[in-house]
């Protein structure tokens, strides 16, 4: 049965139009670190912890604090579950943006791996749309083709060989320089900071 369910926040009690066991797995999902998403006054939605990190490094980068303006980078583990989160800070109306990885992988010819590939695309295709229909706005979406590393530059060997990921990213984008500097050369990087803050 579809039944609207009622959160119960401080100062707010939202009708979702959720089902329950939509609503279970939010649940599950919102562990206390995400928690904090009901009190954002913006949230920026990124599926790993390399985002999440790589965010907050560029926002300070920039000379803000993302705790003083109640910014929350929120992971959400994966992009599967990104639609939960979005449906959720729709009916919050709270102000997000979406930073995601198509995840859609040029084919090789060798047919082994193409069965993989094509196996991986139609799979990214489905969770694509699935964001892509839950947001009211297309503006609040920044997907990166195929993934985050490609778009920022990052070489793929590079982070591979590296046992930490987001601390290989982080000293990257210090190489690189000031917020200006990313800006000139990976503006789609700083496109969804940018987005974020414009927002009233």
């Not at 705790?67 to 992971?75: K, P, V, Y």
């Not at 000031?178 to 969804?192: A, N, T």
């Amino acid at each position: 049965s579809h039944k609207n369910s009622t959160l119960v926040l401080p100062e707010k009690t939202i009708e979702l139009d959720f089902n329950n066991d939509e609503l279970l797995k939010l649940d599950t999902a919102i562990n206390n670190e995400r928690a904090e998403l009901f009190f954002a006054e913006k949230v920026i939605l990124v599926e790993g912890e390399t985002e999440k990190i790589v965010y907050d490094y560029l926002i300070r980068l920039k000379g803000l604090d993302p705790n003083l303006l109640n910014i929350s980078i929120i992971e959400t583990s994966g992009k599967g579950s990104m639609y939960r989160y979005v449906l959720l800070l729709e009916s919050l109306k709270i102000p997000f943006v979406i930073i995601a990885d198509t995840d859609i992988l040029e084919l090789t010819g060798d047919a082994k791996r193409d069965v993989r590939i094509k196996e991986n695309n139609d799979d990214a295709v489905r969770k694509n749309k699935r964001i892509e229909e839950s947001i009211t706005s297309k503006t609040r979406l920044f997907m990166n083709h195929p993934y985050f590393e490609v778009v920022a530059g990052i070489s793929e060997n590079n982070i591979l060989k590296v046992e930490s990921k987001p601390l290989t990213a982080i000293t990257y984008f210090q190489e690189i320089g000031s917020y200006q500097d990313i800006m000139r050369k990976f503006p789609d990087v700083l496109h969804p900071v940018e987005s974020i803050l414009s927002e009233e």
